[in-house]
């Protein structure tokens, strides 16, 4: 990744004034919702958006254009870095140059999806981690008699040993 340091700070300037980020609930597939950091910028003009996202090392998506509520207004092109991981690693290469403004802001959100994947993990252990809805795979600790319910499901669990028993075939196959 080539960084510009003019260019992220010209970026920095431009989400501070454009941008925001907040939390977004979406619908998942397998039935519920779904938590996830979203940082955009809506703007006019996509070439502006464009050398945001190239700043910030290609990081991100720009979406649209969209039409507005107002007739009158002009279309409006989104950048958007709405994961977790993403929105992450394009604050810690703007993080210097932010106003604390938008620190806080970013650092509200990160704290908030952190506790929601804590609680996901605590109250939601029917969901495997791609979203099945299902029996998940319960871990038995003989030694210290606990039994932990793991985020996979049955589903995946079965398909993760077949995996493993046909990699164990092919080394034997291969006589190692
Ligand atoms: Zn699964």
Known sequence: MKLDRYELAWAAGFYDGEGCTKLASKKRSGGGT?????????????????RFKSAVGGLGKIYGPYEQANENWQAQWV?????FEQAQAVFALLWDYLSSE????????????????????????????????????????????????MRR????????????????????????
């Open 34 to 50: 779904r938590e996830m950091v979203r940082m955009v910028i809506g703007q006019v003009r996509k070439d502006v958006l464009l």
């Open 79 to 83: 950048y958007a870095a709405q994961s």
């Open 102 to 149: 938008k620190r806080e802001q970013a650092e509200k959100c990160f704290m908030g999806i952190r506790k929601y994947h804590k609680e996901v993990g605590k109250w939601e252990p029917k969901k495997c981690f791609w979203g099945h809805i299902g029996r998940m795979v319960v871990r038995h600790n003989m030694l210290h008699g606990k039994r932990r319910i």
């Open 153 to 176: 499901c049955l589903e995946c669990d079965k398909l993760r040993m077949r995996k493993r028993r046909a990699a164990e075939r092919a080394m034997i196959a291969k006589g190692l």
